[in-house]
């Protein structure tokens, strides 16, 4: 009787790698780096996050400051004109004079703003979008729905209306009563 060869093994040699081990310790490194990426990442986003919120903050702030002080300059450009009434009170007869001084003043301060003055004229066609109708008169002089007298001037500021210029407005005369005989 023959014997049968033993089943060929193959030598396992201690000192070549394991395939196993390399491919698990290949898994395990590319995990350790996809954590480290994922971290970094984070910490990214955290950092930018804390970013914008500060620059949200920030920006409220210079949105609150400004809003309280927008009209500063304006206010502190009124002030001598103020003054200047405040004066002309105080001297009596030098009244209409400094009134006078300081309405141009105040004129001045406006047009520097770019705030106008809306003054319709008499006879022009009354326009809703910058008069106000304070009221309605019969007039023979004005056709009806054109301005008879302008009560307060309007104001623009560059092209927005601040207020709109108040005016009577004409309309047609009354009809004279019959006369029963």
């Not at 022009?124 to 979008?129: K, L, Q, S, T």
């Amino acid at each position: 009787m023959t014997k049968d060869p033993e089943p060929k093994t193959e030598a396992h040699d201690e000192n070549a790698p394991n395939v196993a081990d390399s491919s698990e310790a290949r898994t395990l490194s590319g995990l350790e780096t996809l954590r480290a990426e994922t971290a970094e990442h984070r910490e990214r986003a955290m950092r930018l996050a804390a970013e914008m919120e500060n620059v949200r903050r920030r920006s409220a702030r210079e949105l609150e400051t400004t809003r309280r002080f927008a009209l500063e300059r304006f206010a502190s450009e009124l002030l001598p004109a103020i003054d200047s009434l405040e004066l002309a009170l105080e001297a009596a007869e030098s009244v209409p004079e400094g009134l006078a001084m300081t309405l141009k003043l105040l004129h001045d301060i406006l047009a520097r703003h770019h705030i106008k003055a809306v003054t319709p004229p008499v006879g022009d066609a009354f326009n809703p979008d910058l008069h106000e109708a304070m009221a309605t008169q019969p007039s023979k002089e004005v056709a009806p729905d054109h301005i008879l007298q302008v009560v307060q001037k309007g104001y623009r500021l560059h092209d927005r209306l601040l207020r709109p210029a108040r005016v009577i407005v004409a309309r047609a005369p009354d009809a004279a009563p019959a006369l029963d005989a």
